[in-house]
């Protein structure tokens, strides 16, 4: 694949994720639209990014996109050949609100538990700052924001 065609593909991909954020409620769509770009800018930027790098980049992304894409467009198995085991449209040990199942968090590293906890953390964080009421004294539930 040339040069061009592998950057093509690339913004093909992002584009989809945009697409695939698109139909998420808003707090989600800002979140993952926001890492989606920076994500693809470092490695876009990177000079010493290697083909196998880009071609995992883009599979991991690939799954992703799957992942949160609605029925219709899901499929079990990303261009490249490789295969992500689902249960419908999420991967396996993931329901559609995205809780993670006691089989899957078992089979983590202690590693993958920990990041587990601080992304956790950071979401909560995230949310608690976008639904946080706003104003009123009548003590409603205000607006949420832009």
Not at 54 to 74: D, G, L, N
Request: net charge negative.
């Amino acid at each position: 694949m040339s040069t061009a065609d592998g950057a093509r593909a690339i913004l093909r991909l992002y584009r989809s994720i945009v697409r695939a954020h698109a139909r998420l409620p808003e707090p989600m769509r800002a979140l993952g639209s926001s890492y989606a770009r920076d994500e693809f800018r470092r490695h876009i930027d990177a000079d010493t990014t290697t083909a196998a790098q880009w071609t995992e980049f883009a599979s991991q992304w690939r799954k992703y996109v799957r992942a949160i894409a609605p029925p219709a467009a899901s499929s079990s198995s990303d261009a490249g050949g490789a295969h992500v085991e689902m249960d419908g449209v999420y991967p396996r040990g993931v329901d559609a609100g995205g809780e993670l199942s006691e089989d899957a968090i078992e089979a983590m590293t202690d590693e993958q538990r920990a990041k587990l906890a601080e992304l956790r953390r950071e979401a909560m964080a995230f949310g608690a700052g976008a639904f946080a009421p706003r104003g009123g004294e009548d003590g409603g539930e205000g607006e949420r924001p832009p």
